[in-house]
């Protein structure tokens, strides 16, 4: 069965401090992971799409990679405003994982 | 203006009433989906259209039934609502992929309450 695990489920850092959120998944063949941030009360918005082993996308303070059994999304002097919850997702019927919630303390 | 639009945004209803919920895109995306979302639980997938012509169960679709309207419209519908229902909903798109899975666009979500 597919499924997919993320730790921990909850992060408070204090602002500046960096870090890294975890997805483990267990899919047969995997075709794309993807990373979501979400928002209190809004839809997830797209962050990356990492479709090979080996694969690393940016965006700003942000960093995505892939493993054949896990990404990461690693988080360098995080601000403030990163706050949010960070969904990881695989295939394109896409199975999520339950998500990270992210503190990021001023 | 929004990609993709879900009305209503909030509903409070009784158990045993029949409701729909509704969502457009103007996206163009052939693909649409509905999710529900409950704390500890995460988002899961109660059904996907690929096309007008093409419906498909997700993991979660007893007790919920759909409609593909036309590409723009996918609607959510409730034939007799119970309190275990009560989540947050979102409808989501997503372009025809050509071998690789596309990214998907979600709505603001519709917050339901059964009372």
């Known amino acids: 069965e597919d499924q997919v695990t993320q730790s921990p489920e909850a992060l408070r850092l204090q602002e500046g401090e960096s870090s890294s959120l975890n997805c483990s998944y267990t899919?047969?063949?995997?075709?794309?992971l993807f990373w979501y941030r979400q928002d209190p009360g809004k839809g997830p918005e797209f962050l990356f799409t990492l479709y090979s082993a080996g694969e690393e996308k940016e965006k700003e303070r942000l960093k995505a990679t892939l493993t054949k059994k896990e990404s990461f999304l690693h988080i360098t002097a995080p601000k403030p405003e990163d706050s949010a919850t960070y969904l990881c997702a695989v295939d394109d019927k896409i199975i999520f994982g339950k998500g990270t919630r992210l503190h990021i303390l001023p | 203006d929004a990609d993709v639009t879900q009305t209503p945004r909030n509903r409070i209803t009784k158990t045993g009433k029949r409701i729909m919920l509704e969502c457009s895109q103007t996206k163009g995306h052939d693909r649409m989906y509905w999710y529900r979302q409950d704390p500890g639980l995460g988002l899961r997938l109660i059904y996907y259209s690929f096309d007008v012509k093409d419906i498909n169960k997700g993991e979660i679709s007893d007790g919920y039934s759909v409609s593909r309207q036309a590409q723009a419209k996918f609607s959510l519908s409730l034939e007799s609502a119970i309190p275990n229902q009560t989540a947050l909903y979102f409808c989501?798109?997503?372009?025809?992929?050509?071998?690789?899975?596309?990214?998907?666009?979600f709505g603001p979500g519709t917050r339901l309450l059964v009372l």
């Open positions: 899919v047969s063949g995997l075709r794309g």
């Open positions: 989501a798109t997503s372009a025809l992929g050509a071998g690789t899975p596309e990214t998907q666009y």
